[in-house]
């Protein structure tokens, strides 16, 4: 009796951790990051920058706002960082820089 309610404590423990182990891999870092690009001015800009940076893994969300230049990019920033996504723009053929 008492090596059964070991063996089931065992094992509901091993699936405690097993449940835990699988939800800290799905947790991340968010991070925002915004870009000053006074050269986008068109729609094929936002196009040509929406792809550059849609390149890079960990973009969770990406705005980028033509009245105002500003890209704003929500990173997970254990898997990218924000000198990556400058890079992407300046990649995609613009002037860029990170603004607070």
């Known amino acids: 009796m008492k090596y059964t309610i070991l063996v089931l404590l065992i094992t509901i423990f091993s699936a405690q951790i097993s449940t ?15 870009i000053k690009c006074t050269e986008m001015s068109c729609d094929a800009c936002k196009r040509s920058i929406t792809k550059s940076i849609n390149m890079l893994e960990g973009i969770i969300k990406l705005d980028i706002d033509l009245e105002t230049k500003i890209i704003t990019v929500i990173i997970d920033d254990s898997k990218t960082e924000a000198l990556s996504v400058l890079n992407a723009v300046v990649g995609a053929g613009y002037e860029a820089e990170l603004v607070n």
């Open 20 to 34: 835990f182990a699988a939800e800290a891999e799905t947790l991340h870092m968010e991070k925002t990051i915004k």
